[in-house]
Nanobody, 118 residues
Framework: QVQLVESGGGLVQSGGSLRLSCAAS????????MGWYRQAPGKQRELVADITSGGSTNYADSVKGRFTISRDNAKNAVYLQMNSLKPEDTAVYYCKITIAVIRLYDYWGQGTQVTVSS
């Protein structure tokens, strides 16, 4: 019943910026965490950044100082501001929201392509 819609991907030159957005709707009772993951061709999906319901953030070492995750609790939305983009940031970016009811449930967005040219 939970749906995640993400947007904001695109093609940018090295050094450019993008802002990814993800909004959740449906039967959301309690959000435990929200985050962003990415997957490049031939690579495993990896954590980029996440933020807990308490506001604690975590970033992959490769994006620290360049990316910022934020949330809007009223809109059930999570954002990823990406600055100083590098070609190695090229991937499909997926948002995830973890809902806590009796147990934890993960819901994934459809993914948005980010391509950074040299």
């Amino acid at each position: 019943q939970v749906q995640l819609v993400e947007s904001g991907g695109g093609l940018v030159q090295s050094g450019g910026s993008l802002r990814l957005s993800c909004a959740a709707s449906g039967s959301i009772f309690s959000i435990a965490a929200m985050g962003w993951y990415r997957q490049a061709p031939g690579k495993q999906r990896e954590l980029v950044a996440d933020i807990t319901s308490g506001g604690s953030t975590n970033y992959a070492d490769s994006v620290k100082g360049r990316f910022t995750i934020s949330r809007d609790n009223a809109k059930n939305a999570v954002y990823l501001q990406m600055n100083s983009l590098k070609p190695e940031d090229t991937a499909v970016y997926y948002c995830k929201i973890t809902i806590a009811v009796i147990r934890l449930y993960d819901y994934w967005g459809q993914g948005t392509q980010v391509t950074v040219s040299s």
